[in-house]
C-alpha cells in the first residue's frame, strides 16, 4: 500500500495544537507521513518533537499574515480581548489560505486534518482533489448537544435564565440553562464569531468526515448518535495523548513555568489522593474577584492543592488575600504561568481536578482516572460538565452558572470548598474515584493494538487509501 501523507493545520491556541500534534505523532506510528502547518509562534514544540528523532514534517506560515491589520505581537486566542482585535484575528486566519495553498501546492498531501475554526480549508482540499477531515477537538457529547440546541433551539421553551430546559433527542436526559450556552445559539447575530459558525456549518458540506479525540467506550451512545443520527462519518481515534508514544515529560504547549524536579518533590512530599489540581486551560481567565474567592475556598476546604494562575495576573495580585500564601504554605502551590498539567494529573498524590471542561483538559483528567470538579467558563465547556457529572459520574459540578467569553466570576468561595470536599474526602469520592479509574483502563485499552480506537484508525487509513475525489457531476 501506498504511503499516505497526511497534512494538519491547527489553529492558533494551545488547546487545538497540543491535540494535533499528537495526532501527527500518532500517524506516524502508524506508518503515515504526517507534515504540520504551523504560525512560527506555535512550532517550537514541533521543532522539538523533531530534534528528539520524529520524523514530522513542518511546514511554516507566517501569522499574522502579510497584509493583515493585526498588529504584529497578536498571535493566538487568548491574546484577542477585544472586539476589534477579535475581528482583526478571524480575518486574519482566513487570510492564510493562499499561504496554505501554496504550501499544499508544494507537498501534494493525500489528505487535510484540518481545525474548525478553518472552514476555508474545505475549498483548498477540493482544490487539491483531496477529502478534508474536521478536527473540533472536543467530545461526541458536545457536538451532540450543540447539534440539537441549533437544531431544535430548546432554550425557546423556557422564559428565564433559571428555567432549566431539555436538550431533546439525546441518549440521557440532559438540561441546561439558557445562561449556560454561547450567545450565539441564541441571537440571530451577525458578529464575527456568528459568521465563522455560519461558514463552519457550510464547510461541513464540503468536508469528507471528522476525527474526534475520544475512545468510544467512553461516550458510546453520542459516538452512535453522532454517526447514526446526525449521520455524520466520524473516526474516534484517542485519547491522543495516550497514542504518542514520546517521552512524557516531552514539552506539552507551552514551557513550565515551574521547574518540574521541584513540582514533583512538592507532590511526593503529599499522601496519595489528597492533592486538587486546579487549572483553567490556556484561555480562560479568572476575574480578580473570582481569583479572590478561588483563593478563599481553596482554604476554607482545608485540602492540599496546586492551583495555576495564569500569568497575565501575576502583574497585579492584589486579588490575593492578606496573608493567604503563608497560611497555606504547607499544602499550597501556586503555579504562575504554565504548568506540566499532564505530569501533574498523572501523580499519586493528586486525587482531583477542578477543571473548566476544556476538551483536552478533560480527557487528561480522565486518562489519569482523577475525579474533578467541574467549573466550565465558555465555549463547550458546559456541555462537558454535563458529560462527566451526569453520564460518567466522575466529578461533582461547582456550580457556575453563566456562560461569559472567557472570563469566570461569580463562583462564592463556599461554592468552591464545598465541590473540593467533595471530591477528596466526600460520601462519594471513593464511588466516585473507583469509576474514574475504570474509564482510565478503558481509555488505555482502547489505544492499544485490536482496540477500538486503534481499529476505528486502521479503518479510516483503508477509507482514505481508497479515495477517489467526486467529480463535478457527483456534486452537483
Ligand atoms: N495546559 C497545560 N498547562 C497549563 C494550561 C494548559 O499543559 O498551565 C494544557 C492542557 O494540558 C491542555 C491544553 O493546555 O492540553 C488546554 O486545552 P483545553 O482543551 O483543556 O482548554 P483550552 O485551553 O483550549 O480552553
Known amino acids: 500500500m501506498k504511503q499516505l501523507h497526511i497534512v494538519l493545520i491547527p489553529s492558533m491556541a494551545q488547546g487545538h495544537m497540543i491535540p494535533m500534534l499528537e495526532m501527527a505523532k500518532l500517524f506516524i506510528t502508524r506508518g503515515l507521513k504526517a ?31 502579510q497584509g493583515s491589520s493585526l498588529p504584529p505581537n497578536i498571535v493566538s486566542f487568548d491574546q484577542m480581548t477585544n472586539p476589534d482585535l477579535t475581528s482583526k484575528f478571524l480575518r486574519a486566519m482566513e487570510m492564510l489560505q493562499d499561504s496554505v495553498e501554496a504550501i499544499l501546492q508544494d507537498l501534494r498531501p493525500d489528505c487535510l486534518v484540518s481545525d474548525m475554526f478553518l472552514p476555508w480549508s474545505a475549498d483548498s482540499a477540493a482544490k487539491f482533489g483531496i477529502p478534508r477531515l474536521a478536527f473540533y477537538g472536543t467530545s461526541y457529547f458536545s457536538r451532540c448537544v450543540s447539534d440539537q440546541i441549533e437544531l431544535r433551539k430548546p432554550f425557546n421553551s423556557v422564559t428565564s435564565d433559571s428555567e432549566p430546559f431539555l436538550v431533546p433527542g439525546l441518549p440521557h436526559e440532559i438540561t441546561l440553562l439558557r445562561s449556560q450556552i454561547s450567545p450565539f445559539f441564541l441571537e440571530e447575530s451577525d458578529n464575527d464569531f456568528a459568521k465563522l459558525f455560519k461558514q463552519m456549518n457550510e464547510a461541513w458540506k464540503k468536508t469528507y468526515g471528522e476525527v474526534v479525540n475520544s475512545f468510544n467506550e467512553l461516550e458510546s451512545a453520542y459516538a452512535n448518535h453522532y454517526k447514526n443520527v446526525i449521520g455524520r462519518k466520524a473516526w474516534e481515534i484517542g485519547p491522543l495523548l495516550l497514542c504518542s508514544t514520546s517521552d512524557k515529560n516531552q514539552q506539552r504547549g507551552k514551557e513550565s513555568a515551574i521547574d518540574e524536579h521541584e513540582c514533583l518533590s512538592w507532590l511526593d512530599s503529599k499522601k496519595p489522593n489528597t492533592v486538587v489540581y486546579v487549572c483553567a486551560g490556556s484561555v480562560a481567565t479568572f476575574s480578580q474577584a473570582q481569583l479572590r474567592e478561588t483563593a478563599a475556598g481553596l482554604e476554607a476546604s482545608g485540602q ?130 473507583r469509576r474514574a479509574q475504570n474509564y482510565k483502563e478503558m481509555a488505555k485499552k482502547a489505544v492499544e493494538e485490536g482496540g477500538s480506537s486503534y481499529n476505528n484508525l486502521n479503518d479510516l487509513i483503508e477509507e482514505l487509501s481508497d479515495y477517489v475525489a467526486p467529480t463535478k457531476q457527483d456534486t452537483n
Open 35 to 65: 507534515t504540520i502547518i504551523a504560525t512560527p509562534s506555535f512550532s517550537a514544540p514541533i521543532t522539538k518533537a523533531q530534534s528528539s528523532g520524529l520524523e514530522v514534517g513542518l511546514a511554516l506560515t507566517p501569522f499574522p499574515p
Open 304 to 433: 492540599n492543592f496546586i492551583w495555576v494562575v495564569r500569568k497575565n495576573k501575576e502583574e497585579d495580585e492584589d486579588w490575593m488575600p492578606l496573608g493567604f500564601e503563608e497560611r497555606v504554605r504547607n499544602r499550597g502551590l501556586i503555579i504562575r504561568g504554565w504548568a506540566p498539567q499532564v505530569m501533574i494529573l498523572n501523580h499519586a498524590a493528586v486525587g482531583a481536578f477542578v477543571t473548566h471542561c476544556g476538551w483536552n483538559s478533560t480527557l487528561e483528567g480522565v486518562c489519569a482516572g482523577v475525579p474533578m470538579v467541574t467549573w466550565p467558563v465558555f465555549a463547550e465547556q458546559f456541555f462537558n460538565e454535563k458529560l462527566v457529572t451526569e453520564v460518567l459520574g466522575t466529578g461533582v459540578s461547582v456550580g457556575n452558572k453563566r456562560w461569559i467569553l472567557r472570563e469566570s466570576e461569580g463562583v462564592e468561595r463556599d461554592a468552591v470548598a464545598r465541590a473540593v470536599e467533595e471530591v477528596i474526602v466526600g460520601g462519594g469520592a471513593v464511588e466516585m474515584r
